[in-house]
């Protein structure tokens, strides 16, 4: 399974863009790379999840270099609510006959926004 | 409904208690998941179901025991926890390949 690497923590101020990267050198074919946010004593919701280039919703964007080994999530014009833990997933999630679906949450980056 | 519910929200037990965490989804989702999360840690998986059949135990001890009834509902029994299994315990359901897992709001567990 590929393992990830985040930055701890980061700092942001309000209407900023915040990007956080995150590192997947040995990440196989079939994976595919998911984001997470976590609030305290909530469970995680699912922001993007993209396989190469660039992928965009109404919350977040996605960019994967060609080589695949890191992918930066991106959030535009942060609020003091985006506060929370964000987490890179790498993976094959496929559930097709005997092969298995796997969550594994690396550390996550708490992302602090000040007003 | 994009929902996962899990009850009860709260729980507190003795060490030699049995009590039971049970989660629910109506999405037709064919995996279901159980983390267990401590406090600033990722959470870490214990249990996967896929088709109702156990798919993956992490090496979880026996006193943690996961039951599937059906394809909507995911239980996790416990017995005869220790102290320092008090934690947050998530339940999570996907659907199939590569898309999104709905989490629940999870049951915050003390053991005393």
């Known amino acids: 399974l590929a393992k990830t690497t985040q930055p701890i923590s980061m700092d942001s101020y309000e209407g900023q863009e915040v990007n956080i990267t995150c590192s997947h050198n040995?990440?196989?074919?079939?994976?595919?790379i998911t984001w997470y946010q976590q609030f305290p004593s909530q469970g995680p919701r699912f922001i993007i999840q993209?396989?190469?280039t660039k992928v965009t919703n109404e919350v977040a964007s996605l960019f994967i270099p060609a080589d695949r080994k890191s992918s930066t999530l991106s959030l535009p014009r942060v609020s003091l609510s985006d506060t929370a833990v964000y987490y890179c997933?790498?993976?094959?999630?496929?559930?097709?006959?005997?092969?298995?679906?796997?969550?594994?949450f690396g550390r996550g980056t708490q992302l602090t926004v000040w007003p | 409904d994009t929902e996962v519910t899990q009850t009860p929200k709260h729980l507190v037990m003795g060490m030699t208690n049995k009590k039971s965490l049970k989660c629910e989804q109506h999405m037709g989702h064919r995996a279901m998941y159980w983390y267990k999360q401590k406090a600033k840690k990722p959470p870490e998986l214990m249990f996967v179901y896929s088709y109702e059949k156990l798919s993956i135990n992490e090496s979880v001890p026996s006193r943690f025991s996961p039951e599937c009834p059906n394809s909507s509902l995911l239980n996790l029994h416990l017995h005869a926890l220790q102290p320092e299994d008090s934690a947050l315990y998530l339940c999570?359901?996907?659907?199939?390949?590569?898309?999104?897992?709905?989490f629940g709001q999870g049951t915050r567990l003390t053991v005393v």
């Open positions: 993209g396989y190469k």
């Open positions: 999570a359901s996907s659907q199939q390949s590569n898309t999104e897992a709905f």
């Open positions: 997933l790498v993976g094959d999630m496929s559930i097709r006959g005997s092969t298995l679906g796997r969550l594994y």
């Open positions: 040995n990440i196989a074919t079939n994976d595919y």
